[in-house]
């Protein structure tokens, strides 16, 4: 069973770096909404399992025909107020960690 579960970790890595190409390819010729969609061919890279992935996640969709770009969606209200809170915390924790540190110092 190792060998099994190492070879799907090495797959999944390989997929997953694969998908990561493909999404550089795109961002690095602008391709990042309907109206900048480039031609198939501008991006370099092959229509593999990896490309069909994220067409099929919906994160590479086509604009004109023949012509693709990449999409992201934008996070979510949930997602920002969340990032926020962790932010905010954080700040909020470190004067009171450095307080009590300090204080256990004398």
Excluded: C
């Amino acid at each position: 069973m190792a060998i099994y579960d190492l070879a799907v970790t090495l797959l999944s890595d390989d997929e997953f770096s694969a998908q990561k190409r493909v999404i550089d390819a795109l961002r690095l010729r602008g391709a990042v909404s309907p109206a900048t969609a480039r031609p198939f061919d501008d991006f370099n890279v092959a229509t593999d399992s990896a490309w069909n992935r994220l067409v099929i996640q919906g994160r590479v969709r086509e604009g004109l025909p023949g012509h693709f770009y990449l999409f992201e969606r934008p996070p979510s209200n949930k997602q920002r107020i969340i990032k926020m809170l962790v932010f905010y915390v954080i700040i909020l924790l470190i004067p009171i960690v450095l307080i009590l540190l300090n204080g256990k110092g004398h």
